[in-house]
């Protein structure tokens, strides 16, 4: 938490850091200009920008896909989706999906590299990488806890 409060940054992102041995997991977003952790005690989501009200004084720019990612995942983790059925979701566009693929003709250039789903247990973390919807797992392991 030391460093990500520091404020010697050009930019900001948002981390979810866990401690499988203690099952906390926290929320942290860090802009450059300062800090804000909520601990987490249900499903949540966390699009490309600031959610925090506490941050909503931090100029940001907000497209229209992490503005639709952010509330079509918010809706999800209602309704017990799992994070796969969330982190895959394809609308009709780019624009209305969480799962971005490369489209010239929508509002920013970003789209989904991978996707990871970390599961935090008393004996560890388990972990899957998937390239996309079709490529699940093409990685995946196991961090155990030392005693």
Known sequence: MAI???TDR???FHHALGNA???????????????RANEVECPVAHANHLVDPELAHV???VTRSSAFRQQAANEMTTTGETPEAILFHEG?????????RPSPEEDDYGFT?????????????DWRL????ENQDVYRGRVGLSA
Request: proline share 4%; charged share 20%; aromatic share 2%.
């Open 4 to 6: 990500l409060g520091r």
């Open 10 to 12: 050009a930019s900001g």
């Open 21 to 35: 041995a203690e099952g906390r997991v926290v929320s942290v977003e860090a802009p450059a200009s300062g800090c």
């Open 59 to 61: 100029e940001q720019q």
């Open 92 to 100: 009709e566009t780019a624009t209305t999906s969480i799962h971005r």
């Open 113 to 125: 590299l991978a996707t990871a789903v970390f599961r935090l247990g008393p004996a560890g973390i």
């Open 130 to 133: 998937h390239k996309d919807v």
